[in-house]
Structures are given as C-alpha cells and as structure tokens.
C-alpha cells in the first residue's frame, strides 16, 4: 500500500511529542473515568443483566454455556463474562471491576488506533496525535466509553483486526494475518457474527485500497480467507461445545435467532432503513456542525489516498449493513468511530491551518443550546419531559452553557479553532453530564436501595418472587446462589397465599397499584427508569 509522504524532518522530536499527545489523552480519559466510577452504578436492564450472567458463571463455575436465574443465556457470547470472572479471580468479587472493563478497553483503544493511524500514514505525526483526539471527542463513543457493555471489547478486537490487516496489505506475512484471525475470532467470542459487519467489507474491497492486493489477489484473499477460517474457528472452538452441552434450543437460538432473526425482523429495536441518516448529527457530534470538518473530507484528491480509501469503506460499508439491518441501536456504531477518526485525523492533517472563520463558532453555539434547551425544557408548561429531566440539577445546563461561552471567547481570542479544543469541549461536556445526569435520577437507574431492602427480607427468611418478565436485575445485586423464583402478576396472589411472609417485586406505571382483585400493601417502591420497582406483600393482620 502506498502513501502519500509526510515531512518527517521533526522525527527526532516524534517521541516527545507523541509521549506529551498519549500522557493527553490519558487524563482526559481519566477525567471521563473517575467521574463515572463517582456517580455510576450499574444500570438496569442491561448492566444488571450482563453482571447477573458473569455472576450465574461464576456460582456455577460453568465456563461453557452462561447462564441468567438459571436458565442457558442464548443472546451474547462469553467473552465479556469471562473478563468479569477473570477480574473477580484476582480482584475478588466487586462492581467495580464491571464498570473498569469497558474503560479499560477504550484506554487500550485509542492507543491502538494512535498506532493504526502510523501504519496508514508513516510520518504523519499529526494524524498519530489527533486520531484518538478525535475518537474520544467524539459524543457517542466518549458517551458509551463507561458504560458496562460489549461495543469497547468488540471495538478492541475490530482495532487488533484491522491492524494485522494494514500489515498485511504492505507485507503478506502471516505474523500479520495473526492479528486478523485473532481480531476476528474474539470479536466472534465479544459479540458475534456482527464483526463481520466491521471487518469483512475492507479485505474484500482489498483491490480499492492495497496495492498488494492488486499486485497478488490470489495471495491475498487465499492467506486472508484462511484468516478468516481461523478466526471463525476460535469462535466455534466455544460455540460447538456450548451448543453440544446446552442442546439443540441454545444453539438454534444462538446461531440463528440472534443472527438471522435480527436481521430481517428483529425482536428489538426495529427501526427504519434511514434512522442512522436521521440521528447523523448526534452521532458525528461536534463534527457535524463544523464546516471545516466537511470541506476536509469532502474534497476528491483526498480519496486518492490509498489508506482514505481504507478507513471510508471500514466506516461505510459498516453504515450500510447496520442499516439494511432491522434491529438499530446507536452503540452498535461504536466500532466505526476509529475509522471515521482515521479519515477526518488525514483530512484536516492535510489542509493548511488558516485564520478563525465564522463557521467555526457553530459546535460552540451547538453546545450552548443544547445547555439552554436542558435548562429551559423542564420549566415549559404542558410539555412532557422524562422524569430525570423534570429533576435535573440546575448546575448541569449551567456548565454545558459556560463551556460553549468559553469556547467561543477562547477561540475568539486566540483566533484559531482545531480539533483539540472541540474535543476537550465535548469531553468536559461529558464529564459534567455524566455527573449531572446520575445526581439528577436519585436511584431511578441504580437499585442499590432495592436491594439493601430486599437483602433485609432474605436475612429475615422473607423469599422473595418477581412478578412478570424478569431480566436478572437482583442476581448480581444480592449474591444468591439460587434463581430468584418468577412468576406471572396474575398469579401473585396465589404465590403470596403458599408464602404469608413472601414479598413480590414487580415493575409498574404507578408507585401505589390497584389491584381490583385482591388487596395488598406496598413494603417498598422506587423510581425504576421512567416507571415504579414495587415490593409488595399480603397486608399485616
């Protein structure tokens, strides 16, 4: 793969400034981090979930096949499940550890990409500075960077394969199809066939980007496609084992309902084939609203760039298949951001840097009003807001409205606006909505409080039952070493009758439910999200 050539006459200076970019990087992370760890708790239903299955592997000690109240987990493979055990073997059971995994993988992350971006344009020193600048200033992934979920450990393992894959197309060497197979095979233990989506587009349209591809095509997609089987091997090497402990219901539900099922007509989180169109703004925040980000990507001779061609179709080719897919959820997109990073850190690299222009005052002004919006919202009459946002604490809006001010008098002032500052806007912005955010839900997306009291019903003696869909919520929470019992609404009256002393837990509209039928008091009630976590038992004679 040939590259354009970069002045390289500062190499001796690489280091220092590449060590002062890195040492950057790592407190902004560290920022975003520890005010995270101050105010998240796990957060139902999917953080609870997932800490649930790692809690069921651990009691168990299954390594095989994950489990959630004892019943076989089909939905995710066990990767992250065997992180969190691993944490726990050394550190010892905590939350702490959950909530450190995903972080952890974006740290590793940006450093990776600062090295993806030297494989793509040696000598650009820029693009290896600015590459993880832009990443981790971008909204959506700095937003999902704390969050206890699989897209960081699969975004890792997409980075390690597109790596060995960059290697490999300036030299067909099989140290450098490693990292494929093995980027491949992880993410297939991550998360699933979904790493297809990410790495499969950019070794098959070799022919577009790499010169050694052109050169030998038979070598590339022969050694390549061995790669592949490799790395669809590793994820086999678990799921052929699984499916042969679990039976036929686990491994048709594994392989085919959370794969095909999803594609065509998804059980979750259906939407429409543009809805990535429409969310664009958000999820290309602040770039979007910076003209000189598009005139930077939007010019021609960029694509003659080789390794551009590269990082447009890992980022494209993404964009369409997660569109053409029924189920959408912004975080699936994470993956992509390094190749959106990759591509813009060469654009505004290659551009002379030229005087403040009145374009480049829109993220700030966009930063302000969003501030504006947070703290006006709420005092409208007649509009319905969330219930966070009906209680948000007033110095949230003020700090996202002093952060576009600043930025606008800053850039005034000095007269000249680069990535960096618009990066460190949004990461401020983050950290202050972070702690803005969980300080203004009280314990609506955390169920500590719950499980302190519901702890008191089992040291007591009181069992306890969940009346409706249950997702694992408690497992985790409360250590038990047995399924909770679950049972349907209709039936509570029945399960509380065979157990006078029992209490249920149920999810609800209303804090204080009517029940026509049969009469019951309410032992304890709590914001849950945007409804009500009820406990309820038979009235006290």
């Given at each position: 793969m040939e590259n354009?050539?970069?002045?390289?006459?500062?190499?001796?200076?690489?280091?220092?400034?590449?060590?002062?970019?890195?040492?950057?990087?790592?407190?902004?992370w560290l920022l975003l981090t520890v005010v995270n760890l101050g105010f998240h708790r796990l957060i139902p239903l999917d953080e609870t979930r997932y800490a649930s299955v790692a809690w069921d592997m651990w009691v168990r000690q299954d390594w095989l096949v994950p489990h959630l109240n004892g019943i076989p987990y089909h939905h995710k493979p066990p990767l992250l499940f065997w992180i969190d055990n691993l944490g726990w073997a050394l550190f010892g059971v905590n939350e702490l550890w959950l909530l450190l995994v995903s972080p952890l993988c974006a740290l590793v992350s940006l450093y990776m990409l600062s090295y993806l971006a030297g494989q793509l344009w040696p000598g650009n020193q820029q693009a290896m500075r600015m590459a993880p600048w832009l990443l981790l200033g971008s909204l959506i992934w700095g937003a999902y960077l704390n969050g206890s979920m699989f897209d960081m450990l699969l975004g890792l393992c997409v980075l390690a394969a597109m790596i060995g894959l960059v290697k490999a197309s300036k030299n067909l060497d099989w140290r450098h199809w490693a990292w494929y197979a093995l980027g491949c095979g992880f993410g297939l233990l991550a998360k699933g066939p979904v790493v297809f989506m990410h790495i499969l587009a950019p070794f098959l349209l070799g022919l577009f980007w790499s010169d050694t591809a052109k050169r030998d095509p038979g070598k590339w997609y022969l050694q390549g496609g061995i790669a592949l089987v490799i790395g669809i091997s590793i994820g086999l090497a678990w799921a052929v084992p699984a499916v042969l402990n679990a039976g036929d219901a686990f491994g048709g539900t594994l392989l085919w309902h959370q794969t095909a099922d999803r594609v065509v007509n998804s059980f979750a989180h259906r939407r429409p084939l543009w809805w990535y169109l429409e969310l664009s703004p958000l999820i290309l925040f602040p770039w979007f609203f910076w003209p000189r980000f598009w005139q930077a990507v939007c010019r021609k001779e960029l694509f003659a760039d080789p390794s551009v061609r590269f990082c447009a179709i890992w980022f494209f080719a993404g964009i369409l298949g997660f569109s053409a897919i029924s189920g959408k959820q912004v975080h699936y997109l994470l993956p992509l951001m390094p190749a959106l990073a990759l591509l813009t850190s060469r654009a505004l690299t290659s551009r002379t840097p030229s005087d403040l222009r009145i374009g480049d005052f829109l993220p700030f002004a966009v930063i302000g009003l969003f501030g504006l919006g947070l703290l006006l919202l709420p005092m409208l009459p007649n509009v319905k807001t969330y219930h966070w946002l009906q209680n948000r604490q007033i110095w949230w809006p003020l700090a996202i409205i002093a952060t576009g001010i600043a930025g606008i008098a800053l850039k005034t002032r000095s007269r000249r606006l680069t990535p960096y500052s618009l990066s460190a806007s949004v990461i401020v912005v983050l950290a202050a909505s972070l702690a803005g955010f969980f300080s203004s839900t009280g314990n609506a997306f955390h169920l500590r409080d719950a499980a302190a009291q519901l702890e008191k019903y089992l040291k007591a003696g009181e069992p306890i039952a969940w009346a409706g869909k249950y997702d694992g919520q408690f497992l985790f929470l409360l250590r038990l070493k047995e399924p909770m019992a679950v049972i349907q609404p209709q039936d509570m009256a029945q399960w509380l009758s065979e157990h006078p002393h029992g209490h249920?837990?149920?999810?609800?509209?209303?804090q204080n439910p009517v029940n026509k039928r049969f009469k019951l008091q309410t032992d304890y009630a709590q914001p849950y999200r945007e409804e009500w976590l009820i406990v309820q038992s038979l009235p006290n004679s």
């Open positions: 354009p050539q970069f002045d390289s006459s500062d190499h001796l200076k690489m280091p220092t400034t590449i060590m002062r970019s890195h040492a950057g990087i790592f407190t902004a249920v837990v149920s999810i609800g509209p209303s």
